[in-house]
C-alpha cells in the first residue's frame, strides 16, 4: 500500500463506519418505537410476535453499532490506547444487550405461549419468567454501566485529540453522567421508560457523532 492509497483507505473506513453507527442508531430507535410495554403471562403470549420483531430488530443493529464505534476507537487512537480499551468495555455492554434482547424478546415469549395453557404447572411458569426478569436487571446494569464508561472514555478523548469538534465530547458526558447517577442509585433501568430516556440521550449522541464520520476527510 503506497503513500497515497493510505488516505483514501482510511477515508473510506471513517465513512463505512459512520453510516453504520447511522444504521445502527436507527435500528435502536425503531426497536425502542415498536417495543411495546410489558405484563403478565396473558399479555406476554398476546404481543408474542411484536416482542419477537422488536428485538429481533436490537439483535440485528449491534453489530452495526459496533462496528460505527470501531471506527471512531481509530479516530480517537492515542499512543495509549485508551480509546482500545473503551471499545472492549463497550463490547461487554454490546454483549450484555445481545443477551438481555435474547431472552426477553425470544426466549420468554416463546417458553410463555408454549407452556401458558398448561394449568397444573402455570404457577411454576411465571415464576421462571420472572427469572428472566431477573436476568435482565444485571444485564440492564452491565449494558448501560459499559456504554457510560466507553462513552465517558471517547469523550475525553474528542476533548483532548480534538479529532472531533470539543462539543461532541462535552455532550457525551453530560449524557453519561445521567446513566451513572441512575446507576449508583440503583434506577430501574428495566423499567421501559427509565431504558428508553437513556437510550435516547445515547442515540441522539450516536447520530450526531455519526453524522461526524461522515465529514472527516484525512488527506495528510
Not at 428485538?55 to 492515542?78: E, V
Not at 425470544?106 to 411458569?125: C, G, K, Q, R, W
Not at 444485564?139 to 483532548?160: H, K, N, R, Y
Not at 451513572?180 to 457523532?209: A, H, S, Y
Request: net charge positive; aromatic share 14%; hydrophobic share 50%.
Amino acid at each position: 500500500m503506497n503513500n497515497l492509497t493510505k488516505p483514501i483507505i482510511e477515508n473510506q473506513f471513517r465513512k463505512t463506519s459512520g453510516f453504520c453507527l447511522l444504521l445502527g442508531s436507527f435500528l435502536a430507535t425503531t426497536t425502542m418505537a415498536l417495543h411495546p410495554n410489558g405484563g403478565d403471562l396473558e399479555h406476554i403470549v398476546k404481543i408474542k410476535s411484536v416482542l419477537a420483531f422488536s428485538h429481533s430488530i436490537a439483535i440485528f443493529c449491534l453489530p452495526f453499532i459496533g462496528f460505527g464505534f470501531w471506527g471512531l476507537t481509530q479516530i480517537l487512537q492515542t499512543k495509549n490506547k485508551l480509546s482500545s480499551l473503551a471499545f472492549i468495555i463497550f463490547s461487554f455492554g454490546l454483549f450484555a444487550a445481545m443477551i438481555a434482547a435474547t431472552i426477553n424478546g425470544l426466549t420468554l415469549p416463546n417458553f410463555a405461549s408454549t407452556y401458558a395453557t398448561d394449568e397444573s404447572d402455570i404457577s411454576t411458569v411465571k415464576k421462571i419468567i420472572d427469572y428472566g426478569k431477573f436476568i435482565n436487571i444485571p444485564m440492564a446494569t452491565i449494558f448501560i454501566s459499559a456504554t457510560s464508561i466507553a462513552v465517558g472514555i471517547w469523550s475525553v478523548l474528542i476533548i483532548q485529540t480534538k479529532q472531533i469538534s470539543k462539543w461532541f465530547g462535552y455532550l457525551g458526558l453530560t449524557i453519561i453522567s445521567f446513566g451513572i447517577i441512575g446507576v449508583f442509585l440503583k434506577f430501574n433501568f428495566t423499567d421501559l421508560l427509565g431504558f428508553r430516556t437513556f437510550m435516547f440521550g445515547l442515540v441522539m449522541w450516536k447520530i450526531t457523532i455519526g453524522i461526524n464520520m461522515l465529514k472527516i476527510n484525512k488527506l495528510e
